[in-house]
């Protein structure tokens, strides 16, 4: 990542993998909440290699804080583990992104804050200006001017009696058809053995 893009970053690693032909990114830096962009190339590098290669695995991508929450479900991680390993090493990826801030709000009034995001993808073969093919991974976000928020509420007291009226009308509807049933069938049994015994 360039530092002319999101300033210097004292808190991402580099690491090698496979013996020098690959390496795994992790980090976090800060973004304005302003459409913006992000990137991983070799366009700022003196040297360009002979063969770059953009294939990759996202593992994690996630903005703001991570929700410690079990019964909330979304996008907060929607690229982890997309696979590009099998596409065009020499391809340039676009990630779009529309990143949804998100409020939770627990029964004591608490509020965490994070974001969702959905997204899109393309990939192509792009060309500098001299002729050379200079792939990268693009991410490119915009907020959405709406906020989702969840908000956990004590089930209220008409709600659980209700559903206990339902649950015993219920039974005693399934009782009541089974009884019909059985009395139905005992008295044609009835009908049929006097129709014998005759």
Not at 38 to 49: C, G, Y
Not at 117 to 122: G, I, L, P, Q, W
Not at 137 to 162: A, C, G, H, M
Not at 166 to 191: H, N, P, Q, R, Y
């Amino acid at each position: 990542m360039g530092r002319h893009e999101v300033g210097h970053i004292d808190n991402s690693m580099k690491i090698p993998l496979n013996g020098g032909a690959g390496c795994r990114f992790e980090g976090q830096f800060s973004i304005n909440k302003v459409p913006g962009n992000f990137h991983v190339s070799t366009h700022s590098a003196t040297a360009q290699p002979q063969n770059p290669d953009m294939t990759h695995v996202i593992h994690k991508l996630s903005f703001g804080d991570t929700l410690q929450v079990q019964n909330v479900h979304g996008a907060f991680n929607a690229l982890g583990g997309a696979d590009r390993l099998t596409s065009n090493p020499l391809a340039s990826h676009d990630y779009i992104l529309k990143i949804v801030p998100t409020v939770y709000e627990d029964k004591s009034g608490k509020q965490q804050y994070s974001y969702q995001y959905t997204v899109a993808n393309k990939e192509y073969v792009a060309y500098s200006h001299t002729g050379r093919i200079i792939p990268a991974i693009w991410f490119r976000y915009d907020l959405s001017p709406i906020t989702v928020k969840y908000t956990e509420r004590r089930q209220p007291l008409y709600r659980f009696i209700t559903t206990i009226c339902a649950i015993i009308g219920g039974t005693f509807t399934v009782a009541g058809i089974l009884d019909s049933c059985i009395f139905t069938a005992s008295e044609a049994w009835k009908k049929i053995q006097l129709g014998k015994m005759h």
